[in-house]
């Protein structure tokens, strides 16, 4: 079946037409929680894990109730990174997705200018053969 990747910050929107999307196609919904942490581990300190982020797991539980909802096999994927766009690109290519969706960011343009424009980051980078389909 073919594989669907949506990162996503929780939009209910983006996850209703991820889901729906999916399903008009029978294949399966990766979502992507990537939580940007731009400090480096060393010693035994350790990047936190899905449980020590609620944000996190609140949108995962969202994705997999819309999911459930419209009959749609989902794969919860949660992965800290410094580099967002880099951490996209690497699952989307990892997972061999026949389409990548992502939303539009909310953010600000003063903050888009300082931490960058993922979306554009990403469709730069993406390999030819996977389509990228903004929901706005």
Do not use: C, W
């Not at 399966?28 to 996190?56: C, H, M, W």
């Not at 990548?100 to 469709?123: E, F, N, P, Y």
Request: proline letters at 9%; a positive charge.
């Amino acid at each position: 079946r073919p594989h669907v990747m949506v990162a996503t910050r929780g939009g209910m929107p983006l996850l209703e037409f991820a889901a729906s999307y999916t399903k008009d196609i029978k294949g399966i919904l990766f979502v992507l929680y990537v939580r940007q942490l731009n400090v480096s581990f060393t010693g035994p300190t350790k990047p936190p894990t899905l449980d020590e982020d609620p944000e996190a797991r609140s949108v995962l539980a969202m994705a997999r109730d819309v999911a459930k909802k419209h009959g749609v096999a989902m794969i919860p994927i949660y992965v800290v990174s410094p580099d967002i766009p880099y951490a996209i690109l690497d699952f989307a290519a990892t997972y061999n997705v026949k389409a990548l969706l992502m939303g539009v960011s909310r953010k600000g343009a003063v903050l888009r200018a300082i931490q960058g424009d993922i979306i554009t980051a990403v469709a730069d980078n993406l390999p030819p053969d996977i389509p990228l389909l903004i929901h706005a």
